[in-house]
């Protein structure tokens, strides 16, 4: 009997994980939505089937990628609905339906199969770990250590031109490596 009641630190503290997370699921909705109150319409109702399920989460502990993945096909919904009921009479109608699949097709392409940040986390690390010594050597700087061009320009001894294309580099690579991913790292705050 022991052994089937569950501690307090393995229960789902749904008001917790809203806290955190509501404001970071309502800017990727808005990202792909376009709309503010669309978005906290789409937020509010996965909140509330997350909240339905608490008790699934509290056995398997993948209440983030739930959020991810309702997220995700709940605002596919709304652009798929938008597609829909969009009457293409005008030239700027076609470029609103233009406008809506490219967000649909984005978003349906977006990874959402992840059990917590930490899979993101290793995601991102092996990333910047494939950039070549230097370059990796140069967004480390920037961005873990928060250097600014010139800091990192004089800690290497090399010039702020060299600090910059090490970047644009860096960027490049990581937005192909991470590509289906993009916009969770907004949402995550990274």
Not at 4 to 20: E, G, I, N, R
Not at 28 to 48: N, P, R
Not at 132 to 151: A, D, G, N, T
């Amino acid at each position: 009997m022991q052994k089937h009641l569950k501690s307090a630190s393995t229960m789902f503290d749904f008001d917790t994980f809203y806290v955190l997370w509501y404001t970071r699921a309502k800017h990727f909705a808005t990202f792909y939505l376009k709309d503010e109150e669309a978005a906290k319409d789409v937020v509010q109702d996965v909140f509330l089937k997350l909240y339905e399920r608490c008790p699934l989460f509290e056995e398997t502990h993948s209440e983030i990628g739930y959020l991810f993945i309702a997220l995700k096909h709940a605002c596919l919904s709304v652009l798929r609905q938008r597609l829909h009921t969009l009457q293409c009479t005008s030239v700027e109608t076609l470029t609103d339906r233009q406008e809506l699949r490219l967000y649909e097709s984005a978003l349906a392409q977006t990874f959402t199969e992840f059990q917590d940040e930490t899979h993101l986390q290793q995601r991102i690390e092996n990333a910047i770990n494939q950039l070549p010594p230097r370059c990796k050597e140069i967004f480390i700087l920037r961005k873990f250590h928060h250097l600014s061009q010139k800091e990192v320009a004089q800690t290497l001894a090399i010039s702020t031109h060299s600090v910059e294309t090490q970047m644009g580099i860096a960027y490049a690579k990581l937005r192909k490596t991470l590509q289906n991913i993009r916009p969770l790292l907004v949402l995550l705050g990274l």
